[in-house]
């Protein structure tokens, strides 16, 4: 980072672009430039207020002329004169809700810090990253407010967030706690969002920016079904290879708010954090608020090049533990087989199967535990049932390594029964009022996670779970939203806070159980994809990407998911037709296509495959044990959108481009239509690609500019799944 004009700007440089920041008449912390990378700092900028203008105030005596209603800011003061969405609301001890931040200090460091007691992305030694932290103090108060910006140049990513410390002597209520605001000086966008429903996530939208606030959130306590914390900005040119795209992902795991204003003076604003609907915050003296890490990433390679920064950065600065950079395993869950109605025998003979196919995890889902023979019972009763499991878990998981097969574990932490010991034992230990009729949701109520207690409980009910087995891996669930934010733990003052300590009460569950059990993939599930976010990433390296499982809906929901999450993350599994959840049926070949592109997996009842359909699985599976390292760590390329027709697809490339697959996909076939070329991507120019299964070679820029023919598909539902290697070279051996 650099300082320049007497330490009156400050200049943030990534591998690609620069933002630069000016600290106004010694008090006003000024937004100057975010945009493609500049070899220094000039004085041509310029103040943007109005000198007249009858619809402005002029707060500041000293300048008389200055305005807040246009300048670009990094932080405004609420009350004077700014009328665009704020980073702050709040109200001091005395009533008021005007606060004067003016700029006090600045300081940089290096790497990248912490944020106390929340998840985000992390610097490793050989990074070239630095954090600038400004403070800005309102005298009144003793409020500071702590901006901190972090940068990864290698990442071309820039990190914000806030801390607001008490250092007066008084409490302060915050009332709203973005973690950024940026101020840019036009107005010609469109924006990305990603909304969807319970099996129909992260469904990509992109729409032109109006004038007014155009508002994303999520008020459900978890990310949810409905709406990722993400946010793009697109310049209206933009395409998948080309132009600017500006992408916002918030790390946190709970009710968040992204607005966008466009304002009547041709510039936006982008504010983003927690919610503010039901939210408050007692400051007392001495304490601090900190909050979520916002990552932001500049592109000037249309939507992929941002794709694949997000894609590089979550999988290797996000997420952690031994399982980060490990392949991930092939495995079976028997929920679709068998659902709550199983004996050990059951899961035995699926077990036998799985082995002869080339499985290597067998994950057993709801219903191992007593009282579970529906989901409207059992939930927080975490003892294994041995009418159903003779022998129990353990016994259990060593039958499973005799067939050469590790054993996962579905759990949900964070849910209760009624009607169960831990119920009746502890009925203040649920979110909601006793005294009114609990709010359900799938027949079950929600612990209060923001209680210490509630903590403590589940870290050491699920340490004693995961060591009574050989297990492996873990599928946390969490199938409900919460509706009643009220804690028996907090006092009526501190209600407010209930909804962000019960998010910062669950990282620390997830925290500690992480740490305990390293060697244990734990993977993500909320309802299926509804709390799928950087937040839970940061302690689980895989998460389940929808309940829906049909081929032709898990085309939009993973190429939606595609737009952020890296291919590590996402759970895939071919399963049953007619599908389970919307009816269809499709050819197992078109399933397997579609599962491939991800951490595949079944949901197959595998005893009731046919000879051909286990052989044509099985033939699958060692096809993708020999290429996953590369799906699940390659670059990806989206060359064609299910949306824009029917038909849709991808690549992904090794690091070092000597191996690429490219993935195409037909829904429906239809008559007189020429076989396709399709335009591949990510390819060195230079190299020379052999084609495995006609053994076809061409050059890389011939593949990507002239193209490469897709052999004549046979009807609906078609499949295509072709494998490159780089010829004259070790790459083939390799795989």
Request: net charge negative; aromatic share 10%.
């Amino acid at each position: 980072m650099k300082e320049h004009l007497q330490g009156s700007c400050i200049s943030i440089d990534a591998k690609s672009w620069s933002y630069q920041i000016e600290i106004l008449h010694e008090r006003y912390l000024v937004h100057r430039y975010f945009g493609k990378k500049l070899s220094g700092i000039s004085e041509l900028h310029q103040e943007r207020s109005f000198k007249k203008n009858y619809g402005t105030i002029h707060p500041d005596r000293t300048f008389n002329e200055f305005s807040f209603e246009t300048e670009l800011f990094e932080l405004t003061s609420p009350g004077k004169g700014d009328y665009r969405v704020p980073l702050f609301n709040g109200r001091s001890s005395k009533g008021s809700s005007v606060f004067s931040f003016v700029y006090d200090s600045h300081e940089i460091m290096e790497g990248i810090l912490d944020v106390p007691g929340l998840p985000g992305v992390y610097a490793e030694e050989g990074d070239s990253a630095s954090t600038l932290k400004i403070t800005c103090r309102d005298e009144d108060s003793g409020l500071n407010v702590h901006l901190y910006y972090g940068v990864i140049p290698e990442f071309d990513t820039l990190l914000r967030w806030c801390c607001f410390e008490n250092r007066g002597t008084d409490p302060v209520s915050i009332e709203r706690a973005m973690s950024f605001l940026l101020d840019i000086p036009e107005d010609n966008f469109d924006v990305l969002t990603l909304h969807g429903a319970y099996a129909r996530e992260r469904t990509a939208q992109r729409n032109r920016l109006n004038g007014g606030i155009s508002s994303f959130s999520s008020l459900r306590g978890i990310s949810s079904h409905h709406m990722q914390p993400f946010l793009g900005m697109l310049s209206p040119e933009t395409g998948e290879n080309s132009g600017s795209a500006l992408g916002v992902l918030l790390v946190y795991s709970g009710n968040f708010l992204f607005e966008v204003e466009k304002t009547a003076y041709g510039t936006v604003r982008i504010t983003s954090g927690m919610h503010d609907q039901g939210f408050s915050w007692l400051l007392e003296p001495g304490e601090s608020l900190f909050t979520p890490q916002a990552v932001l990433i500049q592109s000037y390679e249309g939507l992929g090049g941002m794709t694949r920064t997000f894609h590089r950065l979550i999988r290797t600065r996000l997420c952690r533990g031994e399982h980060r950079d490990a392949q991930r395993p092939v495995l079976i869950n028997n929920w679709e087989a068998t659902y709550f109605d199983f004996t050990r025998n059951d899961l035995l003979k699926l077990a036998d199967e799985a082995h002869n196919v080339g499985i290597e995890l067998f994950v057993l889902d709801d219903g191992w535990f007593t009282n579970r023979s529906d989901d409207t019972t059992g939930l927080g009763d975490w003892q294994e049932d041995r009418k159903k499991l003779s022998g129990g878990l353990q016994e259990l998981s060593q039958d499973l390594l005799k067939r050469k097969l590790k054993m996962g574990l579905w759990v949900e932490p964070e849910m209760v029964s009624p009607g169960t010991r831990l119920m009746q034992d502890h009925p203040d230990w649920v979110l909601g009022y006793p005294e009114k009729e609990l709010t359900m949701g799938r027949t079950q109520l929600v612990l209060d996670l923001a209680h210490p207690d509630v903590q403590q409980h589940l870290i050491d009910t699920f340490t004693r779970v995961f060591s009574s087995a050989d297990i492996s891996y873990v599928k946390w669930d969490m199938n409900r939203c919460i509706g009643e934010w009220r804690s028996a733990y907090l006092p009526p003052e501190r209600q407010g806070e209930v909804s962000h300590r019960y998010v910062l009460g669950l990282y620390r569950v997830m925290k500690e159980l992480t740490e305990r059990f390293p060697h244990i993939l734990f993977e993500g599930c909320a309802g299926g994809g509804g709390r799928y976010d950087a937040g839970i990433l940061a302690f689980m390296p895989q998460y389940w990407t929808s309940d829906n499982t049909d081929g032709v809906s898990r085309l939009f929901i993973q190429h939606g998911t595609s737009m952020i999450y890296p291919l590590s993350t996402m759970g895939a599994h071919v399963s049953e037709v007619p599908n389970h959840q919307v009816g269809r049926s499709t050819s197992l070949d078109f399933r397997l296509g579609v599962s491939m592109a991800g951490n595949f997996g079944c949901e197959l009842d595998l005893r009731k495959l046919t000879q051909s359909e286990k052989q044509a699985l099985s033939k699958r599976i060692t096809w993708y044990k020999r290429w996953r390292l590369v799906i699940q760590f390659g670059d990806m390329y989206r060359l064609k959108s299910p949306a824009d027709g029917e038909d849709s697809s991808l690549m992904i490339v090794s690091p070092d481009k000597h191996l690429a697959l490219l993935f195409w996909y037909r829904r429906l076939h239809d008559a007189s239509l020429l076989p396709p070329v399709i335009h591949l991507s990510g390819l060195d120019p230079s190299f020379r690609y052999r084609e495995e299964r006609t053994g076809a070679s061409a050059l890389g820029d011939e593949l990507m500019h002239r193209g490469f023919p897709i052999e004549e598909p046979e009807g609906d539902f078609s499949v295509r799944i072709h494998q490159f290697v780089r010829e004259e070279s070790s790459a083939s051996r390799q795989l």
